[in-house]
């Protein structure tokens, strides 16, 4: 008895002088895979977004938005990105136009993490939705960039604000600013949308102008471009 509560204060001394005693530790989380663009237009289809001054080859890490679509059994996997801190989304429409739409997005908060939530457009404005259709959830912020991925069904019960992704939508594309992991205002007036409905099942690779390069090359930019330019060479009187 006397030996044995000499081994219990002998090893009560050690743990207690031990520095940096280890203690069990929860185990690592797996590390973001990141999104491989050789297989757009292959096995999963793209959207490729690039400004101005772009170049075609643009990736997942360069494009100032990126988005792949493919289907996995009875669910679509999705993956995002976007040069922004904030959040990065893709919309389901009827038409070309913001309201009564379906939105998925990867919102990056004041903890570091990249949540997905689910939208409903009521005009211009995205109304969080409780009901959150996806699942197998991933995401990283890494290089001022949001990066997610994550998995929704193909099919759905009849449901206002999400939409059966076996039939064909217009793409809209959206990213922008955060604060305090709610989604803000994005910069952009008429954020892009795909030039026709897409089909989950069709996998196309698609390179398409940035809004900024949208945005500048609208009729009424260029008719503003053309009179500077007749203006600067006429010369001022």
């Not at 801190?85 to 913001?98: C, I, P, R």
């Not at 205002?185 to 809004?211: C, L, W």
């Amino acid at each position: 008895f006397l030996i044995g509560n000499a081994v219990l204060d002998f090893l009560t001394i050690i743990y207690s002088h031990w520095p940096g005693y280890p203690f069990p530790t929860a185990p690592p989380v797996d590390p973001f895979a990141k999104i491989k663009v050789d297989d757009c237009g292959k096995t999963k289809g793209c959207f490729r977004l690039v400004d101005l001054y772009g170049k075609p080859g643009c990736n997942a890490e360069t494009c100032d938005y990126f988005l792949s679509y493919r289907m996995i059994g009875a669910d679509v996997e999705f993956e995002l990105s976007a040069d922004t801190d904030g959040w990065v989304a893709v919309g389901f429409s009827s038409d070309k136009k913001m309201g009564g739409d379906d939105v998925m997005a990867c919102v990056h908060d004041d903890n570091g993490r990249v949540r997905i939530q689910h939208f409903y457009n009521v005009g211009q404005w995205a109304k969080e939705i409780q009901r959150n259709p996806a699942r197998d959830e991933e995401g990283v912020f890494e290089n001022n960039r949001v990066t997610c991925r994550f998995k929704r069904p193909v099919n759905v019960p009849r449901d206002e604000t999400i939409v059966d992704l076996h039939l064909s939508w217009y793409y809209l594309f959206a990213w922008g600013p955060a604060i305090q992991g709610s989604i803000t205002r994005h910069d952009i007036d008429s954020p892009p949308t795909s030039e026709r409905v897409v089909s989950i099942y069709k996998y196309e690779d698609i390179f398409m102008p940035s809004a900024a390069y949208q945005t500048f090359s609208s009729p009424f930019c260029l008719l503003l471009i053309v009179a500077l330019t007749f203006y600067l060479l006429m010369g001022t009187p």
